[in-house]
């Protein structure tokens, strides 16, 4: 969300007066957890996410703890948005075990909500997994029931396997940045739907929020310059071996290839290049702040149901503006 944590409190109060639905936060820089409660301090009505934070780097005791109170701290406003992050930096970044990202998501899942039975309902706690081991909850570490047990929770997806995992345990989907349409109809719906089917849910049991590139600006000399960070972010994200199919569904996976060459140099800088304009508009929308909430209806109507821009919100009065063009 930001690079200054001092900055939040402000922050989140301006999203909240602009008419934003949720205020989302990251975890790149700083805690998730740490940035929603500040923006918990001076909102009231706004919801609050995370998108995401990181599952495989806590215990899901850990995570259930930081959930419950920002549950109830926030007067039930948290959605709690985890994802797997990718295995180079849960090994080399964090120093932890990578083990199968699908299978053990599951398993963080049916932990947290069997702790939150544990304290809300005072339903014993015996969960014995292939990754998790739980049977010990005693009332000194009982936070006991909060008014808003009933937290949803999201799961990042890019490949099939986890949008399937999401139809089948989740209660919504962050769908990651590098996507495009045409992915999400073919590729998304359907395995969304096989996970939908095994768990006897229908699509209205899940949500899906897309967060989007935009280039946006008060003028065409920004949205033009905000297509070329934009170009550099999509290499970024497209050098990576997690995300290859999204390209390859597109016939690009020889420029996926070119940039995880690039990325194993340290060419950070020159990725941008192998980005054309026919890969910029399948990844992106472009608009000025007045037309962009029309522009992103017009584009994910009837396919997903929050959207939010992949760029930092600063507190500009231009982000009313498209919100106000949202909803007109």
């Known amino acids: 969300m930001v690079n200054s944590l001092a900055d939040i409190p402000e922050l989140a109060r301006k999203a909240e007066k602009f008419g934003f639905d949720c205020l989302w936060v990251n975890e790149t820089k700083h805690d998730p957890f740490v940035q929603l409660t500040l923006a918990s301090s ?17 215990s899901p005791t850990t995570i259930a703890y930081s959930a419950w109170d920002l549950q109830a701290l926030s007067g039930g406003r948290l959605i709690l948005g985890l994802g797997s992050q990718v295995k180079g930096h849960i090994e080399r970044r964090f120093g932890m075990k990578w083990e199968s990202p699908g299978p053990k998501m599951r398993e963080v899942i049916a932990v947290l909500r069997s702790v939150w039975r544990n304290w ?13 081991t739980l049977d010990l909850m005693t009332p000194f570490f009982n936070p006991g029931p909060i008014e808003h047990p009933e937290i949803p929770i ?29 992915y999400l109809r073919q590729v998304m719906i359907p395995a969304l739907s096989k996970g939908l089917a095994a768990s006897e849910r229908k699509r209205k049991d899940v949500a899906i929020a897309a967060s989007v590139f935009a280039a946006v600006g008060e003028n ?89 821009l992949y760029l930092p919100f600063d507190g500009n009065p231009n982000w009313r503006t498209m919100v106000n063009g949202f909803r007109r």
Do not use: C
């Open 220 to 308: 065409e000399v920004q949205i033009r310059n905000m297509k070329e960070l934009i170009k550099k972010e999509i290499a970024f994200y497209a050098s990576t071996r997690t995300y290859r199919k999204v390209m390859e569904f597109h016939g690009w996976g020889d420029v996926s290839e070119r940039l995880h060459e690039h990325s194993i140099k340290g060419n950070w800088d020159g990725m941008g290049s192998e980005i054309s304009e026919e890969i910029l508009d399948e990844f992106a929308v472009e608009g000025s702040w007045a037309d962009l909430g029309d522009v992103m209806k017009k584009r994910y109507s009837g396919l997903v149901g929050r959207v939010r």
């Open 120 to 132: 809300q309902k005072e339903e014993k706690l015996d969960f014995h997994g292939n990754f998790f």
């Open 154 to 182: 999201y799961i990042a997806g890019v490949n099939r396997g986890m949008y399937r995992l999401v139809g089948e345990v989740g209660d919504g989907l962050h769908v990651h940045p590098l996507h495009t349409v045409e």
């Open 42 to 58: 001076t909102t009231h009505s706004i919801s609050l996410g995370s998108s995401i934070a990181l599952a495989f780097t806590r």
